[in-house]
Nanobody, 124 residues
Framework: QVELVESGGGTVQAGASLRLSCAAL????????MGWFRQAPGKERELVLA???????GSSDSVKGRFTGSRDNAKNLAFLQMNSLKPEDTARYYC??????????????????WGQGTQVTVSS
């Protein structure tokens, strides 16, 4: 069982940066793929970026070159660094944990544990 808690959201102007953190409580953090998802009102939840246990990342085309992910397995933390934010990045952001043997990073149902989310609002 893993409990995830996100922090770091807020309201910023376009072009600004934010760093989201995800703290994991429980065992086995290093064995999970960590995913960052976002969901805007009226839209489906979408994968922003996934981080493997070894720290490799893959991101959606919409955030490539602007968002990066990292993790600290010793401290049970995952991060999403968001630069050059745009109004279309406005959404609630969630971190999620997926068992390492699953392969569909983009499917939310592949993830067993979710945080409560943190709101990111980008004004123009």
């Amino acid at each position: 069982q893993v409990e995830l808690v996100e922090s770091g959201g807020g309201t910023v102007q376009a072009g600004a940066s934010l760093r989201l953190s995800c703290a994991a409580l429980g065992y086995g953090f290093s064995t999970y793929v960590m995913g960052w998802f976002r969901q805007a009102p009226g839209k489906e939840r979408e994968l922003v970026l996934a981080i493997t246990s070894g720290g490799s990342t893959g991101s959606s085309d919409s955030v490539k070159g602007r968002f990066t992910g990292s993790r600290d397995n010793a401290k049970n933390l995952a991060f999403l660094q968001m630069n050059s934010l745009k109004p279309e990045d406005t959404a609630r952001y969630y971190c999620a944990a997926m068992p390492y043997h699953r392969r569909d990073y983009y499917d939310p149902s592949s993830y067993d544990y979710w945080g409560q989310g943190t709101q990111v609002t980008v004004s123009s």
